[in-house]
T-cell receptor, first 113, second 114 residues
């Protein structure tokens, strides 16, 4: 399966700052790009998702930016809070009947008080 | 709320043992998945199932098998556990095929093989 490359592997941001996590993909057939958030001791949970017909999607302090020509998408967390400290996974899949998600390797975010 | 329950939070097994990891979902979801999570490697798909008695290999099926005899239950089987199978195992379910349906994960089983 095609890879999804995620960076950075870890990130430390001060409270109130902007956290930015980047992902790049190779398979141009991908057309669904979710982000999952995982707190310690818990399974990942869907945070926000985007399809390539829009360049940006915002939900509260979380924004996905999508660049189809560059095959890149990123998660921005505005006004980062200590409660945002978690591991974030980007993913991608094709919108076909039995397509499965390909996940990035994850970014461990720590928001310092 | 969807609940995906994994039977064990922690499990310690010896090399060569047959190991069963159990997962139950309570929302009548069609799809169920087993992932393995390792530091620096992210989430890797082992097996998935879109229907009862149906299974498909994921990216890393070697050394594993699965069973889905009932819609709500999906079991991961390590036929002969090895130390390189020490990992966090995550079960997930989703409502229907395709990407409109998000994955709902359990809280994981941390397996140690000694």
């Amino acid at each position: 399966q095609q890879q999804v490359k995620q960076s950075p592997q870890s990130l430390i941001v001060q409270k109130g700052g902007i956290s930015i996590i980047n992902c790049a993909y190779e398979n141009t057939a991908f057309d669904y790009f979710p982000w999952y958030q995982q707190f310690p001791g818990k399974g990942p949970a869907l945070l926000i998702a985007i399809r390539p017909d829009v360049s940006e999607k915002k939900e509260g302090r979380f924004t996905i930016s999508f660049n189809k020509s560059a095959k890149q998408f990123s998660l921005h967390i505005m006004d980062s809070q200590p409660g945002d400290s978690a591991t974030y996974f980007c993913a991608a899949s094709m919108n076909s009947g039995y397509s499965t998600l390909t996940f990035g390797k994850g970014t461990m975010l720590l928001v310092s008080p | 709320d969807v609940k995906v329950t994994q039977s064990s939070r922690y499990l310690v097994k010896r090399t060569g043992e047959k190991v069963f990891l159990e997962c139950v979902q309570d929302m009548d979801h069609e799809n169920m998945f087993w992932y393995r999570q390792d530091p620096g490697l992210g989430l890797r798909l082992i097996y998935f199932s879109y229907d009862v008695k149906m299974k498909e290999k994921g990216d890393i099926p070697e050394g594993y098998s699965v069973s889905r005899e009932k819609k709500e239950r999906f079991s991961l089987i390590l036929e002969s556990a090895s130390t390189n199978q020490t990992s966090m195992y995550l079960c997930a379910s989703s409502l229907s095929p395709g990407t409109n349906s998000p994955l709902h994960f359990g809280n994981g089983t941390r397996l140690t093989v000694t």
